[in-house]
């Protein structure tokens, strides 16, 4: 079992930036694929970064270049920086985490969101333009 709590959402100006965290706990954090997903309302949950238990990052096309994924496995934190936030960024952010497959699909299987067995209950970012 691991439970994930997301920390760091909020209200900011079009440009802006934010820095999420998730802190996780329960099991061998190391060895988990940690995922970053977001649904705005109205809209389907959609990827938007992953970190590998090998420190690979992992972005949306959408996220690509704005946003940056990092971990630090001796506190048990991933991190989320969202820089040059649009409105288009407001969502509800959540953590999510599942055991690193081996060995390693091909194509996006980081990107799937059914895969991940664990969830944080969400954090809000707004961006107001």
């Known amino acids: 079992q691991v439970q994930l709590v997301e920390s760091g959402g909020g209200l900011v100006q079009a440009g802006g930036s934010l820095r999420l965290s998730c802190a996780a706990s329960?099991?061998?954090?190391?060895?988990?694929?940690m995922g970053w997903f977001r649904q705005a309302p109205g809209k389907e949950r959609e990827f938007v970064a992953a970190?590998?238990?090998?420190?690979?990052?992992y972005y949306s096309d959408s996220v690509k270049d704005q946003f940056t994924m990092s971990r630090d496995n001796a506190k048990n934190t991933v991190y989320l920086q969202m820089a040059s936030l649009k409105s288009e960024d407001t969502a509800v952010y959540y953590c999510?985490?599942?055991?690193?497959?081996?060995?390693?699909?091909?194509?996006?299987?980081?990107?799937?969101?059914?895969?991940?067995?664990?969830w944080g209950q969400g954090t809000q970012v707004t961006v107001s333009s």
């Open positions: 999510a985490a599942r055991r690193q497959p081996r060995p390693q699909p091909g194509g996006n299987w980081y990107a799937h969101s059914d895969e991940y067995a664990y």
């Open positions: 970190i590998s238990a090998w420190h690979i990052t």
């Open positions: 329960g099991d061998t954090f190391s060895s988990y694929v």
